[in-house]
């Protein structure tokens, strides 16, 4: 498989393994893309990162060091751009109940989570959640939250789910490759004058989002724009 060079006015860099969690693809939106640190090249920080993330789970308030480090999954090693400091939730989400069980935003904790990990923000109050969000996230906390947008217009995105048996570099080196192919393909189903903007998130390297938050789209259009990625993929 080999990527579709871009045009030449383009001068935005290779990615880089993100250091975004999956759910913060809203608040991004209101940023103009920002470098993020790199996946480490080397291994053997694990201790110094396990040290960073038990600091910021005891420290409450306190947010720990953004430290570079390994983990193991089953018998893979993989590295994390850093590990986050895990805090309390944050008061803001108490705001949101669900309303007559309705929700448009889930967070992965489930019933662990404030209104049992159902949110319901209302569109004119959509702009300050975000806000709100985003400053959480800079504080610190770990979100956990995506958007439910059902059969509504919703941001465009890729899920990208790779084999658990792969080595970790040629995940990152496949991904390379289909973060611009995902970009030609939107460019081209949507109209674009340019690329659009992506904002890469990640739970693990083995499972990546690319989300594009300034590109509205409905279902049957990115069932159309995910073909494309596919025929580039052959």
């Not at 080999?2 to 250091?19: I, K």
């Not at 053997?44 to 947010?63: R, T, V």
């Not at 893979?76 to 309705?102: A, I, N």
């Not at 995940?171 to 189903?189: G, N």
Request: hydrophobic share 30%.
């Amino acid at each position: 498989m080999t990527s579709p060079s871009p045009p030449a006015t383009t001068q935005e860099p290779a990615p880089t393994s993100p250091a975004s969690t999956a759910a913060d693809t809203a608040a991004t939106a209101q940023q103009a893309e920002q470098p993020t640190p790199t996946t480490a090249e080397q291994q053997g920080q694990h201790q110094g990162a396990q040290q960073g993330l038990q600091q910021g789970q005891e420290g409450g308030q306190q947010q720990g060091p953004q430290q570079q480090g390994t983990q193991r999954v089953g018998r893979f090693l993989y590295t994390w751009p850093w590990f986050r400091p895990v805090r309390e939730r944050p008061d803001f989400l108490s705001e949101y109940p669900p309303q007559d069980g309705t929700f448009n935003i889930n967070s992965f904790l489930g019933k662990n989570d404030v209104h049992q990990g159902k949110f319901l923000v209302p569109p004119a109050k959509y702009n300050r959640f975000l806000k709100q969000y985003y400053q959480a996230y800079q504080d610190g906390y770990r979100l956990f939250c995506t958007e439910v947008y059902g059969t509504r217009p919703f941001r465009y995105f890729v899920e990208l789910d790779f084999d658990w048996e792969l080595p970790q570099y040629k995940v990152e080196a496949v991904f390379k490759k289909l973060y611009y192919i995902v970009r030609r393909a939107v460019q081209e189903t949507y109209g674009l004058m340019s690329y659009p903007m992506v904002c890469v998130s990640m739970r693990t390297p083995y499972k990546v989002h690319l989300n594009c938050p300034r590109v509205l789209t409905t279902e049957l259009r990115a069932m159309m724009c995910r073909e494309k990625i596919i025929s580039a993929c052959e």
